[in-house]
């Protein structure tokens, strides 16, 4: 089992979803969160200040797989969120110890 | 029924008692007037009233939206709970102080001391000349008392994010109280001294405006500046609650301004257009500014602007003609534009910039009547002393700046000691660690936004 974790655009969220739908992959869970990478901020301007903020809003999906499905979920992700300009994001993969329904105590990769 | 008679019976010689220890006469106000009331005036000085009002929730909403979000209730409720603080103590006795008669042209004696006396008639000659003659004078002092409610409201942006509760409350009591009565009755009063030299004020610039502009930028010397205003943004929190409360501020100036004529007529007319044109000039004046200064029309800039006009308009807004008005509204925009710039240079941390836009906008709006007040608006206006503009002489311009000078200095100097003696009751900002849990959790123990079902 894999876990997941993409930063993408906001503007973005919807077709990485369906993308992950379309592939078998339904449960996701999305935040909304702030960040800073290579992509520079914008300027903010309050009553003739002038904020600089580099924190931009991105969304980050999380998703756990097994591992015969994370390639698939790779390209779905990354073909949905990709606009080819500085800011689409990343994607980070981590190894997924064990996972456990709560409704049944069911475990391992049967629970995904 | 004995004991509920009983009740009624010592209240009222505690009553008595009270009236002969603050040595008040006790002829009650005789009713001297023989003005009728006029259905069509009244109804619209109670309208406007129940108008004015709505301007300080409205300001709460203003307020709100400009501070981070762990401080909004405590926001808001600076400027609601005034309605409260500021409604009784206008019954009790700040109508009195401020409308009652005359003291030296300093300040109104407490015969009507919780309106005691006042029947529902038209205030009694010679009042009626100045509280209306045509609608009962309780119309009068509900109305007023929007004003006495809203004034002190403005200053609390000065101080927002980090006043104690419990010293903004001794410190709202007080400035009411020794600031904003006096200052009243100066301008409004019957015999006040700056009403009596001719200086013009239809609906507040002095009154309201430059005497919270004052306090407020005396506030934000005094209590300091935000913990962490070198490395934070203080951003605001949620513009759209702003920009509603803008909808409602000048919603209720109309009332405020057009109100202030005291009757349902051409003057009442005028003021509204007026009121109007120059809250649109200011609300465009200073979206061009910032549009060719910094690149972008700002939302804030537009609400801002907006505030700036119908702040300047005010005191001008029973003497001159509509066209003048678009010109104070134009000329104040980028005005408090820039005074709200000089406070980052000056460092100083007025919040919400009180002092850029009321203070400023106050002193614009006051010069701005000395220039533009005629005779064929409004007859008040001495036909030798109209404004610069209108016959050449400074004589009522002179007026206005004794007007905004000696009240911009009361202000400051009553406010410092006021404050002073707060400070020495009780710590006026809050502590550290307060401050950045956010005032809403340190002073009241709510939150604004809960994120839990």
């Known amino acids: 089992m894999i876990k997941v974790e993409a930063l993408i655009r906001p503007s973005r969220l919807e077709r990485v979803k369906n993308a992950l739908d379309d592939i078998g ?31 931009l809003e991105k969304c980050k999906v999380e998703t756990v797989v097994p591992d015969e499905l994370v390639d698939d979920a790779i390209n779905a992700i990354t073909k949905a969120a990709s606009t080819g300009e500085i800011g689409d994001g990343k994607i980070f993969l981590s190894r997924v110890e064990d996972a456990i329904r709560i409704r049944t105590g069911e475990r391992g990769e049967g629970v995904l | 029924m004995n004991i509920r008679r009983l009740r009624l019976r010592s209240g009222a010689s505690l009553y008595l008692l009270v009236a002969v220890l603050l040595g008040i006469g006790c002829t009650p ?131 927002a994010e980090r006043m104690r509760f419990k010293a903004y409350l001794i410190f709202i009591i007080l400035w009411a109280t020794l600031v904003y009565d006096p200052v009243a009755h100066w301008v409004w009063g019957h015999g006040g001294w700056l009403g009596e030299l001719g200086a013009l004020d239809f609906a507040g610039g002095t009154v309201v405006h430059i005497c919270s502009g004052a306090a407020a930028l005396c506030c934000a010397l005094v ?79 537009a609400a801002s602007g907006a505030i700036a006009g119908l702040v300047a308009v005010t005191p001008a807004s029973g003497f001159v003609a509509p066209i003048a008005a678009v010109v104070i509204g134009l000329i104040a925009g980028p005005a408090c534009y820039l005074s709200v710039m000089a406070k980052t240079r000056f460092r100083y941390d007025d919040s919400l910039d009180v002092f850029g836009i009321h203070g400023v906008g106050g002193i614009w709006g006051a010069l701005a009547t000395g220039l ?14 109209q404004g610069l503009f209108i016959t050449g002489s400074a004589v009522l311009l002179g007026r206005q700046l004794i007007a905004i000078v000696s009240v911009l200095f009361y202000s400051l100097i009553v406010t410092y000691l006021i404050l002073t003696l707060v400070g020495v009751l009780t710590p ?23 994120f839990h079902p």
Not at chain 2, 251 to 274: K, R, T
Not at chain 2, 372 to 385: E, L, R
Not at chain 2, 428 to 450: F, K, N, P, T, W
Request: proline letters at 4%.
């Open chain 1, 25 to 55: 992959i339904h449960g996701i869970t999305v935040t909304s969160v702030l960040g800073a990478g290579k992509q520079r901020g914008h300027t903010q301007y309050y009553r003739a200040k002038e904020l600089a903020v580099n924190l």
């Open chain 2, 29 to 159: 106000a005789v009713a001297g007037s023989a003005a009728k009331v006029d259905a069509g005036d009244t109804a619209w000085v109670l309208a406007s009233t129940a108008l004015v009002f709505l301007m300080t929730p409205g300001l709460g909403l203003f307020y709100g939206g400009m501070v981070r979000r762990k401080n909004v209730l405590a926001t808001i409720t600076q400027s609601l709970f005034i309605c409260g603080i500021a409604g009784v103590l206008w019954i009790l006795y700040g109508y009195t102080l401020a409308f009652g008669p005359d003291l030296g042209g300093l300040i109104g004696s407490l015969d009507w001391i919780g309106l005691r006396g006042l029947d529902m008639k038209p205030a009694p000659d010679p009042f009626s000349s100045l509280y209306g003659s045509t609608i009962p004078q309780e119309a009068h002092v509900i109305f007023q008392g929007m004003f006495a409610i809203i004034t002190p409201a403005l200053i609390t942006g000065a101080f």
């Open chain 2, 223 to 301: 209590i300091g500046r935000r913990k962490g205003y070198d490395r934070e943004h203080f951003s605001p929190h949620n513009l759209t609650l702003t920009l509603a409360g803008t909808g409602l501020l000048w919603f209720g100036w109309f009332g405020f301004n057009a109100g202030s004529a005291l009757a349902a007529n051409g003057l009442a007319a005028n003021a509204f257009v007026v009121t109007n044109a120059g809250a649109a000039a200011g609300m465009v004046s200073w979206v061009l500014a910032e549009w060719v200064h910094r690149g972008k029309p700002t939302a804030l800039g």
């Open chain 2, 372 to 385: 533009f007040a005629a005779s064929s608006v409004n007859p008040v206006v001495a036909t030798d002393a």
């Open chain 2, 428 to 450: 006026l900002r809050a502590c550290e660690d307060e401050e950045d849990a956010g005032m809403d959790i340190s002073q009241h123990g709510e939150v604004g936004y809960a």
